[in-house]
């Protein structure tokens, strides 16, 4: 079966937008892209509701909006975790998935730091507290910050509230027997809100190997996109013959 060059979904990280593929995308000009916002994030509207449900239904949406019919989906963070659930949904369409920074659920399902850190500060304040701690890595450079402030979700603390409850509500353990293309998983050496360990469990219970990239955090499409790449690019030779 030769499925080489088929398109690739990519899925963006939670409260960020699509544009954070935005230097990875380009190395693989020879395939076609889909790189939607999904609801609650980007550019598109906020919703009243939130689940992995919905926001793997945003991402079918957008790839049969662009008449594709398979693909690989390669996921960061909450995306990685979205990725794997249209694995499950839609095991004749998605040929191979990699999930970055990601895990089957979250550690911390109450997010005390984001959401006790929007009881006193805009949303704007939050991201500055919190996107250098937990997303990214000690070393981090201002340029890196920048650029993540810059893809920062824009909607209202309310809004904020329902997104970040619905991500840590999300629990995939339930769907991997039902996973049968190929994975990958990737970690950041210095990933705090996804860290290695909860990585290597993700690996192990798709029965992938797991990728650590070393010297970067929760967000390596903005860190250290040369690496990232070569891990894509790894996989990809992996999995099309």
């Known amino acids: 079966m030769d499925t080489s060059r088929l398109p690739i979904l990519f899925v963006h990280p939670i409260n960020l937008r699509g544009s954070a593929w935005a230097e990875i995308v380009p190395a693989f000009a020879d395939r076609f892209a889909i790189v939607p916002d999904m609801r609650g994030f980007g550019d ?11 926001w793997a239904k945003d991402c079918i949406d957008a790839v049969d909006r662009a008449g594709v019919d398979r693909f690989h989906a390669i996921g960061g963070s909450l995306g990685g975790a979205i990725s794997v659930y249209l694995a499950a949904a839609e095991p004749k369409r998605v040929i191979s998935v990699v999930a970055v920074g990601s895990q089957l659920y ?4 109450d997010n005390a730091a984001v ?3 929007l009881e006193h500060h805009t949303v704007t304040e939050m991201f500055e507290l919190v996107l250098p701690k937990y997303a990214l890595a000690p070393n ?49 050496e210095f990933d705090l809100t996804c860290p290695p360990a909860a990585g290597a469990e993700m690996a192990a219970m798709l029965h992938a190997p797991h990728v650590l990239l070393p010297g970067i955090g929760h967000l390596p499409m903005l860190e250290d996109p040369p690496a990232l790449i070569a891990a894509i690019k790894a ?7």
């Open 44 to 54: 598109s509207p906020p919703a009243e509701q939130y689940d992995i449900a919905r």
């Open 115 to 117: 959401l006790s850190t």
């Open 106 to 109: 979250s550690r911390d399902p």
């Open 235 to 241: 996989h990809l030779k992996r999995v099309e013959f």
């Open 140 to 188: 981090a450079s201002a340029e890196v910050v920048a650029k993540a402030m810059a893809l920062r979700n824009p909607n209202s603390k309310d809004d904020m509230r329902r997104v970040w409850r619905a991500a840590c509500a999300a629990d995939i353990r339930a769907l991997v027997a039902s996973v049968s293309c190929p994975v990958t998983v990737v970690t950041g």
